[in-house]
């Protein structure tokens, strides 16, 4: 479900800017917070809780999933064999997705070539579609593995998750808004979609980095340019919670991305279009408001030109 | 045509002319693969001592038009990274010593040698310190040793952000402290673990003080390993118990040892790091190499003979100016006939640890990989 209002940041380790974003919107009392992302360690948010005054609600998905899972060891199981599948669907899309790019770079290789120039662009062109094709076809498959686990274990109807959700509703109804930090982006999506979260909120302003910025999209985005094995292929994990539409949020995008690269990034942008992709470094900001977008000065975007552009108003 | 040459071909040179081409450049000077090395003051003979294989390993310099500079120039391939020292010979009397010119020295437990870097070679970012790097502990441990009928000590790293709430995999490393010292092995798992390349794991790095005896497969050792250190591992830190999740690393001789263990109690790991191993081996006739290589001779025999299946994947890494790159080589179909994964990667580069540093990064990412595309922080 589309949400009206987010504020998507850069990374906040080294340097934090949430504080100042909640202040922005004129935000008091309460703050919830989703650290699932960071696994184990999701209690361990002491530094979040001193950057925003002690004002923080930790939400505790990480741990309340492990309650569930002990207590309802059927859903587990189940929950298990659902990420396996998930899993293998995602190394088989790997394998095809490889053989794709390889030939969109080729072809983008070959556009200066002479006596190519005006030969590549329809192939270039049709080669894009595939990849397209391919990623849309790679959500389907994996929605329809959600869709088949959620009408077979109704996992909202479960007294072990029913009764979390009833916490967490009353837990958030006293928050002004709720900030989801990184982390695990697969696990941090699980968990937030095991228990609805999104759903229980009522209207209050998402603030969202790193992973957490990822999972609000409508579709999911691995990427890393320097892998140590590999040639780093940008892959599509599945479709995140939708809370925001039209973006690929990119956070370490400075690090992770050749953004000098000008033949990447025009494939990476052209690939993934309209949806436009916000590269997040720290201090970056772009707010989504009622289904329109706006940048901070120096927040990025790739064009499919291969340059990076202001977001701008 | 090199600085050397230019220099060479004046019609005249006098000892300003020396002194601006010393000054003016740094040395060895690199030229693309031409490698210059310079040494400035009184002998008989100057020469220069490294460790290439299939090179003479001592090369002479020649006394440049009469001064007191001496020169020798090399073809060194890029990315070539060679230690050597010099050999200074006066009235008979032969001394070895660190390059003067060059500040560049690699250290090892012998002490240090000069090194040059050929055109190209650039120390990796990630074996440095990073301010941004979360840093793990190293935690010094004892095991009261049946096998060995005395007390060993294991220095134990913990990866930052450790919790006992998690299981971590288990890499055994040999020549653990010689790691430590002179390979970065610390910085490096900071760092990779930091840049989330490879997983968050335990590193036993165990030491010995009878290496060539205890590493060449003596059985006492693989008990060591395998029924003493793993379960004194297991009962302290949170590990994975499956072989999948635990490693044996070494290099030199510390690889054979690797290799002897996993062959003697297959499936207890699956993951071997074996650097410049020491896996020499006859097809007829007896080791040139002495007496401390028989044991290993016979290992080898016996593993070519009968390799079973001594782990699931293994990284082979080997210098190619090393005298052990015939046998590494040899070594890579022998275990891939086994079913095992394996990757080997050459380097130009000689049997030392900064080479065995540099290939860390490869070795380790190979066997225990991070979670980079996972994990957004």
Same mark, same amino acid.
Request: neutral net charge.
């Given at each position: 479900?589309?949400?009206?209002?987010?504020?998507?940041?850069?990374?906040?380790?080294?340097?934090?800017?949430?504080?100042?974003?909640?202040?922005?919107?004129? #935000?008091? =009392?309460?703050?919830?917070?989703?650290?699932?992302?960071?696994?184990?360690?999701?209690?361990?948010?002491?530094?979040?809780?001193?950057?925003?005054?002690?004002?923080?609600?930790?939400?505790?998905?990480?741990?309340?999933?492990?309650?569930?899972?002990?207590?309802?060891?059927? #859903?587990?199981?189940?929950?298990?064999?659902?990420?396996?599948?998930?899993?293998?669907?995602?190394?088989?899309?790997? #394998?095809?997705?490889?053989?794709?790019?390889?030939?969109?770079?080729?072809?983008?290789?070959?556009?200066?070539?002479?006596?190519?120039?005006?030969?590549?662009?329809?192939?270039?062109?049709?080669?894009?579609?595939?990849?397209?094709? #391919?990623?849309?076809?790679?959500?389907?498959?994996?929605?329809?593995?959600?869709?088949?686990?959620?009408?077979?274990?109704?996992?909202?109807?479960?007294?072990?998750?029913?009764?979390?959700?009833?916490?967490?509703?009353?837990?958030?109804?006293?928050?002004?808004?709720?900030?989801?930090?990184?982390?695990?982006?697969?696990?941090?999506?699980?968990?937030?979609?095991?228990? =609805?979260?999104?759903?229980?909120?009522?209207?209050?302003?998402?603030?969202?980095?790193?992973?957490?910025?990822?999972?609000?999209?409508?579709?999911?985005?691995?990427?890393?340019?320097?892998?140590?094995?590999?040639?780093?292929?940008?892959?599509?994990?599945?479709?995140?919670?939708?809370?925001?539409?039209?973006?690929?949020?990119?956070?370490?995008?400075?690090?992770?991305?050749?953004?000098?690269?000008?033949?990447?990034?025009?494939?990476?942008?052209?690939?993934?279009?309209?949806?436009?992709?916000?590269?997040?470094?720290?201090?970056?900001?772009?707010?989504?408001?009622? =289904?329109?977008?706006?940048?901070?000065?120096?927040?990025?975007?790739?064009?499919?030109?291969?340059?990076?552009?202001?977001?701008?108003? | 045509?090199?600085?050397?040459?230019?220099?060479?071909?004046?019609?005249?040179?006098?000892?300003?002319?020396?002194?601006?081409?010393?000054?003016?450049?740094?040395?060895?000077?690199?030229?693309?693969?031409?490698?210059?090395?310079?040494?400035?003051?009184?002998?008989?003979?100057?020469?220069?001592?490294?460790?290439?294989?299939?090179?003479?390993?001592?090369?002479?310099?020649?006394?440049?038009?009469?001064?007191?500079?001496?020169?020798?120039?090399?073809?060194?391939?890029?990315?070539?990274?060679?230690?050597?020292?010099?050999?200074?010979?006066?009235?008979?009397?032969?001394?070895?010593?660190?390059?003067?010119?060059?500040?560049?020295?690699?250290?090892?437990?012998?002490? *240090?040698?000069?090194?040059?870097?050929?055109?190209?070679?650039?120390?990796?970012?990630?074996?440095?310190?990073?301010?941004?790097?979360?840093?793990?502990?190293?935690?010094?441990?004892?095991?009261?040793?049946?096998?060995?009928?005395?007390?060993?000590?294991?220095?134990?790293?913990?990866?930052?952000?450790?919790?006992?709430?998690?299981?971590?995999?288990?890499?055994?490393?040999?020549?653990?402290?010689?790691?430590?010292?002179?390979?970065?092995?610390?910085?490096?798992?900071?760092?990779?673990?930091?840049?989330?390349?490879?997983?968050?794991?335990?590193?036993?790095?165990?030491?010995?003080?009878?290496?060539?005896?205890?590493?060449?497969?003596?059985?006492?050792? *693989?008990?060591?390993?395998?029924?003493?250190?793993?379960?004194?591992?297991?009962?302290?830190?949170?590990?994975?118990?499956?072989?999948?999740?635990?490693?044996?690393?070494?290099?030199?001789?510390?690889?054979?040892?690797?290799? *002897?263990?996993?062959?003697?109690?297959?499936?207890?790991?699956?993951?071997?790091?074996?650097?410049?191993?020491?896996?020499?081996?006859?097809?007829?006739?007896?080791?040139?190499?002495?007496?401390?290589?028989?044991?290993?001779?016979?290992?080898?025999?016996?593993?070519?003979?009968?390799?079973?299946?001594?782990?699931?994947?293994?990284?082979?890494?080997?210098?190619?100016?090393?005298?052990?790159?015939?046998?590494?080589?040899?070594?890579?179909?022998?275990?891939?006939?086994?079913?095992?994964?394996?990757?080997?990667?050459?380097?130009?580069?000689?049997?030392?640890?900064?080479?065995?540093?540099?290939?860390?990064?490869?070795?380790?990412?190979?066997?225990?990989?991070?979670?980079?595309?996972?994990?957004?922080?």
């Amino acid at each position: 479900m589309v949400h009206s209002r987010v504020v998507l940041l850069g990374p906040q380790r080294l340097q934090p800017t949430l504080a100042t974003a909640v202040a922005s919107l004129g #935000l008091r =009392g309460k703050l919830g917070a989703v650290t699932a992302g960071w696994e184990e360690r999701e209690n361990e948010d002491q530094e979040l809780s001193a950057h925003l005054q002690g004002r923080t609600v930790n939400l505790a998905l990480y741990e309340r999933a492990d309650g569930v899972f002990r207590y309802d060891t059927e #859903l587990h199981k189940a929950t298990r064999e659902r990420q396996d599948r998930i899993r293998r669907s995602q190394e088989l899309y790997r #394998l095809r997705l490889a053989h794709l790019l390889e030939a969109a770079r080729e072809l983008k290789r070959r556009e200066t070539r002479p006596g190519f120039e005006e030969l590549v662009e329809p192939q270039l062109e049709g080669a894009v579609q595939a990849l397209r094709e #391919l990623d849309r076809e790679h959500v389907q498959r994996i929605r329809a593995i959600h869709v088949e686990f959620e009408l077979k274990w109704r996992p909202f109807e479960r007294e072990s998750v029913a009764l979390q959700r009833r916490e967490l509703e009353a837990l958030l109804k006293e928050c002004s808004g709720l900030c989801i930090a990184g982390g695990h982006v697969g696990i941090l999506l699980n968990r937030l979609r095991m228990f =609805g979260i999104l759903d229980l909120l009522r209207g209050q302003p998402i603030f969202a980095w790193s992973a957490g910025a990822m999972v609000l999209t409508e579709r999911i985005v691995l990427f890393h340019d320097f892998p140590p094995q590999g040639s780093g292929d940008p892959e599509v994990l599945e479709a995140g919670l939708g809370a925001i539409e039209g973006v690929v949020a990119l956070p370490h995008a400075d690090r992770r991305l050749a953004l000098a690269d000008a033949t990447r990034v025009a494939l990476f942008a052209r690939r993934f279009a309209p949806a436009r992709c916000f590269a997040l470094p720290a201090r970056a900001r772009v707010d989504w408001k009622d =289904g329109h977008w706006t940048g901070e000065p120096g927040t990025r975007e790739l064009k499919v030109t291969g340059e990076l552009a202001e977001v701008g108003a | 045509m090199t600085k050397l040459t230019e220099l060479g071909s004046k019609p005249s040179i006098g000892p300003t002319d020396i002194d601006r081409f010393l000054r003016d450049n740094r040395f060895p000077l690199v030229e693309g693969r031409t490698v210059t090395f310079v040494y400035v003051g009184s002998a008989d003979e100057v020469k220069l001592r490294h460790w290439i294989s299939g090179l003479p390993t001592s090369q002479p310099f020649q006394r440049f038009q009469g001064s007191p500079m001496w020169t020798l120039t090399l073809d060194i391939p890029e990315g070539s990274r060679v230690e050597y020292k010099l050999e200074i010979v006066r009235g008979g009397h032969h001394q070895l010593i660190q390059d003067p010119l060059n500040e560049n020295l690699a250290r090892d437990p012998y002490g *240090a040698n000069s090194v040059v870097f050929g055109e190209g070679y650039v120390q990796p970012d990630w074996a440095k310190p990073d301010g941004e790097a979360r840093l793990g502990e190293i935690q010094e441990q004892k095991i009261e040793s049946a096998a060995f009928g005395e007390t060993r000590d294991v220095l134990v790293y913990v990866p930052a952000r450790f919790r006992t709430t998690r299981r971590y995999p288990l890499l055994v490393v040999h020549d653990g402290p010689d790691y430590l010292k002179f390979a970065s092995l610390r910085t490096v798992l900071d760092n990779l673990i930091h840049r989330l390349e490879v997983q968050p794991m335990v590193v036993a790095l165990t030491g010995s003080p009878h290496r060539l005896v205890e590493y060449a497969n003596d059985e006492r050792h *693989a008990r060591f390993i395998v029924d003493e250190l793993v379960p004194m591992m297991e009962a302290r830190y949170p590990l994975l118990p499956q072989a999948s999740a635990r490693g044996l690393m070494g290099a030199s001789f510390g690889g054979v040892a690797s290799l *002897a263990t996993a062959w003697r109690r297959p499936g207890v790991f699956g993951n071997l790091l074996l650097q410049s191993g020491s896996f020499v081996f006859t097809d007829i006739g007896p080791n040139d190499r002495g007496p401390v290589f028989d044991p290993v001779v016979r290992f080898m025999g016996e593993f070519r003979a009968r390799p079973g299946r001594p782990a699931d994947q293994a990284y082979v890494s080997c210098g190619t100016y090393e005298g052990l790159i015939y046998y590494n080589r040899s070594i890579v179909p022998l275990l891939q006939s086994t079913g095992m994964q394996v990757k080997f990667t050459e380097a130009r580069d000689g049997h030392n640890w900064e080479n065995w540093r540099d290939r860390l990064r490869e070795g380790l990412t190979t066997l225990f990989p991070g979670q980079l595309m996972m994990v957004y922080e």
